[in-house]
């Protein structure tokens, strides 16, 4: 079981471009394990609060500490799955076996099950990047569990992709969570929302409107921004 | 015509004088890419992925140093070299250790600039995922260099071309001494001022050819890459 990050607290957060405020005034803490869904409308700044998190954006002001550590420095506990995956120029399983190179010296067979389990494991030889969209995505997942991260940040990771594929991921990023891994996800679509969450972080316009279980997040929102979201209107 | 003529009866009768030159040619040129890229490759992927005051600067000098004429290169080799020169005691003026010198310092600007705007784009494109995987220092630069692999070959290919076709540098390093350090290039010009044309016709059309190959290796490292979803 993997050491936790928990409690994540995000004090005063501010991430700017010229005199636009992308982020402006965030306050979060999640506690609980389990998995954490972020919503919002395009721009919001999702995406933003995401990498703020991983350490792969400096914010202009503010603190962020996960358990008693910095984004930084809680790196090699964290791992991330983006929105379009990036994979290496080599074979799937050498994907694997970059990310995790002791495990490939000492149990290789582990890193064929990591490919089972993402139900790959007949393309273990394939250039990864002649997978499909949903495949390439499922071997991103793959690789960011062998470090068994305490926290997995997933940026839209089933965006656009099949119904097979998304129901691989969910079954994994549930299973995970349920190991003792804190999941926070990004993600535009309700229904995924209603399977996987236990708690909706809902933003909008760069600020946090509402933070709330994800039972009553649904059932009685309580922002209007947040009613409009779920009601399917459009945002701008 | 009989030049012509003569100069493929050269190539197809294996004539020892021409492959003689053509073997030193290579091989300087092999011995010079080898130690370039050992050079280049390291360098142009350390530019692309660290960041440091001056960095654009050194980028800046290296793209122009592509361009660097081969007779100043091979003057500033010279002077190096000369009996007078701070390394003169080596004794290596007007041998072929002086002319893979001369061809190093020529081509290695070429494969640097090169390679260092291909890991650019790579590393554009890779950055987050390996600072997310928590992959820097040598580890990335191995990387970039394994997964830029056949994007770097061309690069390697063209240092190839700069420094097979060269003349000017290995000229005033090497002397162009009969049996000793007398390439194609410089063979060349020496017979073409003879009016020598058959030889020099013969050591042209194998330099043609050498060229065409390293072209076609270029296109054909490219298409391999791009099929196999590796370019």
């Known amino acids: 079981m993997p050491d936790s990050l928990l409690p994540i607290r995000i004090r005063d957060l501010r991430l700017s471009k010229g005199d636009r405020a992308l982020l402006a005034g965030i306050n979060l803490t999640i506690e609980d394990p389990g998995i954490t869904v972020i919503m919002g409308p395009n721009g919001a700044g999702k995406t933003l609060l995401l990498r703020c998190l991983h350490g792969l954006i400096k914010p202009d002001r503010g603190q962020i500490t996960l358990g008693p550590l910095g984004p930084e420095s809680s790196r090699d506990q964290q791992a991330m799955v983006f929105q379009h995956p990036v994979l290496l120029r080599r074979t799937a399983l050498q994907n694997l076996a970059f990310a995790a190179p002791e495990l490939a010296r000492s149990e290789p067979q582990r890193l064929i099950s990591a490919l089972a389990a993402v139900h790959l494991a007949d393309r273990a030889d394939q250039p990864a990047r002649m997978l499909s969209g949903g495949e390439q995505q499922r071997l991103a997942l793959a690789r960011a569990l062998l470090s068994q991260p305490a926290l997995l940040l997933l940026d839209e990771a089933t965006a656009s992709l099949d119904p097979a594929s998304v129901l691989v991921i969910e079954s994994l990023v549930k299973a995970q969570s349920a190991q003792g891994t804190k999941v926070i996800l990004i993600s535009h679509d309700q229904g995924q929302a209603r399977r996987l969450a236990d708690e909706i972080v809902f933003i909008s316009d760069g600020q946090i409107t509402e933070q709330s279980p994800a039972d009553s997040f649904f059932s009685a929102p309580r922002t209007p921004m947040a009613r409009a979201y779920l009601a399917g209107e459009i945002l701008l | ?231």
């Open chain 2, 1 to 231: 015509m009989n030049a012509l003529a003569e100069a493929f009866r050269l190539i197809i009768t294996l004539d020892a004088d021409l492959f003689e030159i053509l073997w030193l040619s290579i091989r300087v040129s092999l011995i010079a890419l080898a130690i370039s890229a050992v050079i280049s490759l390291p360098l142009g992927t350390w530019l692309a992925i660290t960041r440091f005051p001056g960095r654009k600067f050194c980028i800046l000098v290296l793209n122009a140093l592509m361009g660097m004429p081969p007779v100043v290169v091979g003057l500033m080799v010279y002077l190096l070299l000369s009996r007078s020169g701070p390394l003169g005691w080596m004794g290596l003026l007007y041998t072929p250790t002086a002319m893979i010198i001369a061809q190093v310092v020529l081509i290695t600007p070429i494969i640097a600039a090169l390679s260092n705007q291909v890991i650019e784009n790579l590393h554009q494109e890779y950055r987050d995922t390996f600072y997310s995987m928590g992959v820097t220092g040598r580890r990335a630069v191995v990387a970039y260099l394994v997964d830029a692999r056949y994007a770097l070959t061309t690069c390697i290919l063209a240092g190839f071309g700069r420094a097979i076709a060269e003349v000017g540098a290995v000229i005033i390093v090497g002397g162009n001494i009969d049996h000793l350090t007398r390439v194609m290039t410089t063979a060349i010009a020496l017979e073409t001022s003879k009016g020598n044309l058959s030889l020099a016709l013969g050591l042209g059309a194998v330099l043609l050819a050498l060229s065409l190959l390293v072209n076609a290796l270029v296109i054909g490292v490219r298409e391999y890459a791009a099929k196999r979803q590796y370019a």
